[in-house]
């Protein structure tokens, strides 16, 4: 029989799926220079937040696909360490912008949350 | 199991979420971002547990990407594929109305040509004449659209 999932694991899931994005756009905003490729987003995703976020790497692919059609990322090749080519994904001049807006935009929440504790 | 069987278990890996994703050029991209992607994490996981079974570490690897039903249903909340699809969809039925309006002028234009008193051209001859020159003006504007899409990207 299919369990059903409790409410705070429903929760959970909804949550992490809006942060995950920010996440995304954190972590390339901190590679401005050369950028940072798909397996090295996972990496820093998973050993920044120690895991919470327990996102299965391929969910990522999906949410790096739409920040490039919403034009907030950029992609340039570069060759793996395996051999052949990769894509590297950089900020675009809007995706810097979208960041920092949904910075401050977090710590209000943030903020706001705490004093309802 | 050798460097086979490893490059077997991706491929079906592979396959399988391939299946579960609409065919087109993202899906394709993204299948290629993803073979990258297991194989920088064997070679990482492999340097890092030398002694470890490669099989075992293969696992953990697809066991960190997820099913591929998991990979499927991102792709459709964040609405990437779906979109391109219908844009396909549109385009294929678009260029398919175009066609047939084209055909039917072709024909109608041949049938009226070689109908003219003292033509001395017959109805099958001028429809091909008709359809070289439709091939030839196809052919220039999708060089010209291609060049076009160049110089904007």
Same mark, same amino acid.
């Given at each position: 029989? #299919?369990?059903?999932?409790?409410? @705070?694991?429903?929760?959970?899931?909804?949550? /992490?799926?809006?942060?995950?994005?920010?996440?995304?756009?954190?972590?390339?905003? /901190?590679?401005?220079?050369?950028?940072?490729?798909?397996?090295?987003?996972?990496?820093?995703?998973?050993? #920044?937040?120690?895991?919470? &976020? @327990?996102?299965?790497?391929?969910?990522?692919?999906?949410? &790096?696909?739409?920040?490039?059609?919403?034009?907030?990322?950029?992609?340039?090749?570069?060759?793996?360490?395996?051999?052949?080519? /990769? #894509?590297?994904?950089?900020?675009?001049?809007?995706?810097?912008?979208?960041?920092?807006? &949904?910075?401050?935009? &977090?710590?209000?929440?943030? @903020?706001?949350?705490?004093?309802?504790? | 199991?050798?460097?086979?069987?490893?490059?077997?278990?991706?491929?079906?890996? =592979?396959?399988?979420?391939?299946?579960? =994703?609409?065919?087109?050029?993202?899906?394709?991209?993204?299948? *290629?971002?993803?073979?990258?992607?297991?194989?920088?994490?064997?070679?990482?996981?492999?340097?890092?547990?030398?002694?470890?079974?490669?099989?075992? !570490?293969?696992?953990?690897?697809?066991?960190?990407?997820?099913? %591929?039903?998991?990979?499927? *249903?991102?792709?459709?909340?964040?609405?990437? =594929?779906?979109?391109?699809?219908? *844009?396909?969809?549109?385009?294929?039925?678009?260029?398919?109305?175009?066609?047939?309006?084209?055909?039917?002028?072709?024909?109608?234009?041949?049938?009226?040509?070689?109908? !003219? %008193?003292?033509?001395?051209?017959?109805?099958? !001859?001028? =429809?091909?004449?008709?359809?070289?020159?439709?091939?030839? *003006?196809?052919?220039?504007?999708?060089?010209?659209?291609?060049?076009?899409?160049?110089?904007?990207?």
């Amino acid at each position: 029989m #299919k369990k059903t999932p409790s409410f @705070e694991d429903g929760w959970k899931v909804e949550t /992490r799926r809006g942060i995950l994005q920010y996440a995304v756009l954190a972590i390339v905003s /901190r590679h401005k220079e050369y950028g940072i490729h798909g397996y090295g987003i996972a990496r820093e995703l998973e050993e #920044k937040t120690d895991g919470l &976020l @327990e996102v299965k790497e391929g969910t990522l692919y999906p949410i &790096l696909h739409r920040l490039r059609k919403e034009r907030l990322l950029n992609v340039r090749t570069e060759k793996s360490d395996t051999g052949p080519i /990769r #894509k590297v994904y950089v900020l675009t001049g809007d995706g810097d912008r979208v960041y920092r807006e &949904l910075t401050i935009i &977090l710590d209000r929440i943030y @903020e706001k949350l705490e004093a309802l504790r | 199991m050798n460097e086979k069987g490893i490059a077997q278990i991706i491929e079906d890996y =592979l396959k399988d979420v391939g299946r579960v =994703l609409p065919s087109g050029f993202e899906t394709e991209d993204m299948l *290629e971002e993803l073979r990258i992607h297991i194989d920088e994490a064997l070679q990482d996981r492999i340097q890092k547990k030398p002694l470890a079974n490669k099989i075992d !570490l293969l696992r953990e690897v697809l066991n960190d990407l997820g099913e %591929p039903k998991e990979i499927a *249903e991102e792709f459709k909340r964040t609405g990437v =594929l779906l979109q391109e699809q219908e *844009e396909g969809e549109k385009r294929m039925s678009s260029l398919v109305v175009r066609f047939i309006i084209n055909m039917v002028i072709v024909v109608a234009a041949s049938w009226f040509v070689s109908n !003219l %008193p003292d033509a001395g051209i017959s109805f099958y !001859l001028a =429809l091909v004449v008709f359809l070289v020159f439709g091939l030839a *003006e196809w052919s220039i504007r999708a060089r010209q659209k291609r060049e076009a899409g160049r110089i904007d990207a």
